[in-house]
């Protein structure tokens, strides 16, 4: 995001990791014999206004801009969904803590994110979360936690609205430099009181995620955190546990040994860093990719043969895990940034945009259950 009314999804990291040789790290490092089949392939969406969803819109007109996340083959009559999962980005923290009602939100939620909205995905197996942050809203996410009563009134009402509307809640905080991981950590706890660890399966709000870097080198303090207390496989305390993390996508489109060498820092951690990041198993995060940036519309959209998602799908399914974090191999799939208009400059994936030959084409080449299935806890 560049600034309020203007949400892109900016990506910082050093130009090293983006380019680092195929050589280096390949598909192949890391990687166990039998590739374990993808769980999460989703999208984010920033519906027709720039991840504002300020509008009320009418399923008929949101299915013309968006048929092909539910329907990866239109010659069929009732071809499956290209996701299993949908990301509505973005919920501006402090509005939904203080419940705000204006033109664009109604009782701290945007007004277009509309339970029509959310029967239209689920209504096809698809799973539906709300994405509250994005780098426009650092500054809300930072004084919405700024109190501990502040930290849990937002969860509270993050919790009712998940409820609500039966969705899942990710946590997109972006705070590169001082992050206020106590009081996320309180949203957190506030939240599974409401909506416990490992129950997904009977309650769709227990699903709750975070968003990290695409490598360890951005949001480090975050990512150690979250990695180290919040997505661990062994001793893990339920009451602040994270389902998984999305590593999302960098500033721009890396190529595939980028790609698998932002993945790896993940597995790898960071042990000189001070303290250190500790590895993260492949089964608590996915990988993010552009599908449409800039001017053009990606491959990962429209022609899954030449796609990162292809290219890179032997790391993701077998990538094994560091000693001591996680037991089996393979990361749990993709997410793709992002559907519709995520931005006021650049391409999007409104018709004739829409992604059924990359996104949706990949969900047929991989398998991808429907429903989310019930995640793999290491």
Not at 98 to 110: A, C, E, K, S
Not at 249 to 270: F, L, M, R, Y
């Amino acid at each position: 995001m560049t600034g309020p009314g203007l949400p892109t999804r900016l990506r910082i990291l050093a130009p090293a990791v983006l380019v680092m040789a195929a050589s280096l790290i390949s598909p192949a490092a890391g990687s166990a014999a039998t590739p374990t089949p993808i769980q999460v392939y989703g999208a984010w969406h920033c519906s027709d206004d720039y991840c504002t969803w300020g509008t009320v819109r009418s399923v008929t007109e949101f299915d013309q801009m968006n048929h092909w996340l539910i329907d990866r083959d239109p010659t069929v009559a009732t071809g499956a969904p290209s996701v299993n999962l949908v990301v509505l980005s973005f919920v501006n923290p402090l509005r939904l803590q203080q419940g705000v009602t204006d033109t664009t939100t109604l009782d701290g939620i945007p007004r277009g994110m509309t339970a029509d909205i959310v029967s239209y995905f689920r209504s096809r197996n698809v799973t539906v979360m709300l994405s509250i942050g994005g780098i426009t809203y650092v500054k809300d996410w930072n004084a919405a936690l700024a109190t501990d009563a502040g930290a849990r009134q937002l969860g509270q009402n993050a919790a009712a609205v998940a409820a609500r509307l039966g969705v899942g809640i990710e946590i997109d905080y972006e705070e590169n430099s001082s992050p206020n991981l106590a009081g996320l950590e309180t949203f957190i706890r506030t939240y599974r009181a409401a909506h416990p660890y490992g129950t997904a399966s009977t309650d769709a709000a227990a699903r709750l995620t975070i968003d990290t870097a695409a490598g360890d080198r951005w949001l480090i303090a975050l990512n150690r955190k979250a990695t180290g207390d919040w997505l661990r496989t062994t001793n893990q305390d339920p009451a602040v546990a994270l389902d998984w993390a999305n590593a999302m996508v960098p500033s721009k489109q890396p190529s595939t040994s980028g790609a698998i060498a932002n993945w790896q820092e993940h597995v790898d951690g960071k042990a000189q860093y001070a303290p250190p990041v500790l590895p993260l198993a492949p089964a608590r995060f996915t990988g993010g990719l552009y599908i449409a940036e800039g001017s053009r519309v990606r491959p990962e959209c429209t022609d899954f043969s030449s796609s990162l998602q292809k290219s890179t799908g032997s790391f993701v399914q077998s990538v094994a895990p560091k000693a001591g974090y996680g037991t089996t191999s393979g990361m749990l799939g993709y997410m793709f940034w992002a559907a519709e208009k995520p931005s006021t400059r650049g391409v999007g994936t409104q018709p004739p945009n829409s992604c059924e030959g990359g996104v949706g084409a990949g969900a047929t080449s991989y398998g991808i259950p429907l429903p989310l299935p019930a995640i793999r806890p290491s």
